[in-house]
């Protein structure tokens, strides 16, 4: 079965960004590429985590009140109850606390709540490694003079990152790209996220150009089109 990708962006978007990387780089001998990403890590360890605490927590409930779920079991079957073996109790306990395993993993198949419970430092980890990955595949190193930044946003996360090339960190520093990333998530919290990519590539349009300004020889080493993964 094929699974379709999902599009955060329409036409007008793609024109939209297109449009703005080319006339922010009119100004400047930084190069700018921004990808948009549906989703940066499907945290299955999340998952599993999950699953295990609630088998975990399970497991010393049932130790707990043994008596109080034996009882349970007694009346299930009519109250027809027997005294159980170790063996027994033990293999109900494990097979209980297995289902927990089971039904918690496979609850946590619909990602919204897998990523409703996944902690905000994780995903930040996880969008930021996702950037540097797609950084180095595709901006580090491509351009005469090492003057490429990537412009990040993954929209599942609500997360976005800006990582640039060796020339353009040792001379600004993250904190620089605030507003940037101001505008990118207003628009982006609005529905808008064309609207947000364009207005932060204008942003750092601003902030490249001050400090690489353009050159008389100014090539386009990379492409100005929004890419959609």
Excluded: C
């Excluded at 605490?53 to 009346?75: H, K, Q």
């Amino acid at each position: 079965m094929t699974i379709s990708k999902i599009s955060h962006m329409t036409a007008a978007d793609h024109a939209l960004v297109t449009a703005a990387v080319a006339d922010a780089e009119q100004h400047t001998s930084g190069e700018i590429v921004t990808i948009v990403n549906d989703l940066s890590d499907h945290y299955e360890d999340v998952r599993t985590a999950w699953a295990s605490a609630v088998a975990f927590i399970a497991l010393a409930t049932y130790a707990t009140f043994p008596d109080f779920y034996m009882s349970l079991i007694n009346g299930l079957s009519g109250g027809w109850g027997h005294e159980y073996t170790t063996g027994e109790y033990a293999a109900l306990l494990l097979t209980a606390v297995a289902l927990k395993w089971i039904g918690t993993w496979f609850i946590l198949k619909w990602m919204p709540l897998r990523l409703a419970l996944t902690p905000k430092a994780i995903k930040l980890t996880r969008v930021r490694s996702r950037a540097i990955s797609l950084f180095k595949v595709g901006t580090e190193s491509k351009t005469l003079d090492r003057t490429g930044v990537l412009l990040y946003l993954s929209m599942k996360e609500h997360r976005a990152e800006i990582v640039a090339d060796e020339a353009i960190a040792s001379k600004v520093a993250p904190e620089v790209w605030g507003d940037a990333m101001v505008a990118l998530l207003d628009h982006v919290k609005a529905g808008n996220p064309g609207a947000g990519v364009a207005a932060a590539v204008a942003q750092m349009g601003v902030v490249l150009a001050e400090h690489f300004p353009k050159g008389i020889e100014n090539p386009n080493e990379l492409p100005d089109r929004l890419i959609e993964l």
